[in-house]
């Protein structure tokens, strides 16, 4: 028997004939956004814990970034070649116990105590029937229809 071959064929299941499980949990609804210290509690804002460096390149003006970071009350100390870097490699030391430079952008998010939304439709990523849907609210009731799933799957790849 050749295992693979009939996986190969199974692969070209019209999506129909197939199975989508689906596991949500949308940062809009399950997330919520958090300073770095709330990340930091989390181990999830190293920066915030040990402070970080910012190297600085050469087309990088310096009295422009000094003048941002001031604006953004940022302390900061300039240094010389620190451990990590090439030499003569200039970078921005910034302490422990602030915002980091990530966050400013894109914000810290920690997971809410909800549910993921749990679900399996027929068929698959190209067409997919909604009217179908199973809905679980538990997490072993959908993992048990999924490995039963599996097992009818390989069951079939062994028949051949």
Sequence with gaps: MDYYATARQMVKL?????????????????????????????????????????????????????SQLNAAHYKFSLCDTPLGFPPGTQTFFFPAEQQCLESRGNPHKIPL??????????????????????????????VDKFRNHQDSLDNEIRKG
């Excluded at 596991?23 to 919520?32: L, N, V």
């Excluded at 068929?123 to 179908?132: H, S």
């Design 14 to 66: 019209p999506a129909k004939d197939r199975q989508t499980f689906i596991y949500s949990a949308p940062i809009a609804t399950h997330y919520r956004t958090v300073t770095c210290q709330e990340a930091a509690q989390w181990g999830e804002c190293k920066h915030y814990t040990e402070g970080f460096v910012l190297p600085l390149t050469p087309d990088k003006d310096v009295a422009l970034i000094v």
């Design 113 to 142: 105590d909800r549910p993921p939304k749990l679900a399996v439709v027929r068929g698959d990523f190209r067409e997919y029937d909604r009217t179908t849907l199973e809905r679980y609210s538990n997490a072993g009731d959908w």
